[in-house]
């Protein structure tokens, strides 16, 4: 079995726990990846690369993603969120919403961010959780991630809920902690749900508890990882030149990195149009 399936993650569990429960909906060998890291406070998106489709994760994680968050003003957390220890700030200042549009404004754009002590982020060859979990004292370095847009859903202190659309490698974590230090209050994630991967959405999305014949009649072609338009068909002679290496003919019209199918609709390649013929990028299959 091969394709991607798209899975509502619930709260309180790791992804990695997510994709072993997704397992007993496939032969026991069957390869399962996952794109896009969801903290266990987190909950939504999860999509699932199956068999052959693991080699396309790349893709997946690099697509836009678009998260609701809850916000606590007043407060901190070692963990920057509701799932670490909190510490109240005694006497917030409320900010007013003119205060916050023009705080979060500085955390649009391509921004240098610090993700969180407790993160997946490499520190002299270590992740960075795993440092504070023993208490270690350590600097994260900054990194460059892209915000496309914060908006405001609802204010009403010491609750602010808005909506992320970001880049790969983004800590909403750390924009919630950023804000409440660019505020003078504090601020952590309360709760926190991905909405949408690309073109994956939570409408599409299946719950953990979803029948094995129903998760499986829910898996989508390999394809969908790499474009949203559909593949080009290969004549039976094409499709074996590609499984082989070989260049083909390129009388499809392909300008940049696309996906191709043979007649049955099986996935063959991710190819690359070089000097006026299509070169196999990754090839899927035998044959």
Not at 26 to 31: G, Q
Not at 159 to 175: A, E, F, N, P
Not at 246 to 266: F, L, R, S
């Amino acid at each position: 079995m091969n394709g991607l399936l798209v899975l509502d993650k619930p709260t309180g569990i790791t992804s990695r726990t997510a994709v072993d429960r997704a397992q007993k909906w496939f032969p026991r060998d069957t390869r399962i990846g996952h794109a896009g890291t969801l903290d266990p406070l987190a909950t939504g998106v999860l999509v699932l690369c199956i068999g052959s489709a693991t080699r396309l994760m790349e893709y997946v994680q690099r697509m836009p993603k678009t998260y609701r968050a809850g916000i606590l003003l007043g407060a901190t957390s070692d963990t920057d969120d509701a799932d670490g220890v909190i510490t109240p700030n005694a006497n917030p200042c409320p900010p007013d919403r003119s205060m916050i549009e023009q705080a979060l404004s500085a955390f649009v754009g391509e921004i240098q961010q610090v993700p969180p002590a407790y993160s997946a982020a490499h520190v002299g060859g270590r992740r960075a959780y795993a440092l504070a979990r023993k208490g270690h004292e350590f600097e994260i370095q900054p990194r460059l991630v892209t915000v496309h847009q914060i908006d405001i859903e609802r204010y009403e202190f010491l609750q602010l809920d808005i909506v992320v659309h970001c880049g790969k490698g983004t800590y909403i974590r750390s924009i919630a902690r950023d804000l409440g230090v660019a505020l003078g209050c504090g601020g952590l994630i309360a709760s926190l749900r991905r909405t949408a991967i690309g073109k994956f959405t939570e409408a599409e999305a299946l719950a953990i508890d979803t029948p094995a014949d129903t998760a499986i009649q829910r898996l989508l072609p390999a394809w969908h990882a790499v474009q949203d338009t559909p593949p080009i068909v290969l004549s039976a002679d094409d499709t074996r030149k590609l499984r082989m290496g070989q260049t083909i003919a390129n009388p499809y019209g392909c300008t940049a990195e696309c996906a191709v199918v043979d007649d049955a609709g099986e996935f063959v390649a991710l190819v690359t149009p070089v000097e006026g013929r299509l070169q196999p990028a990754k090839v899927f299959g035998v044959g």
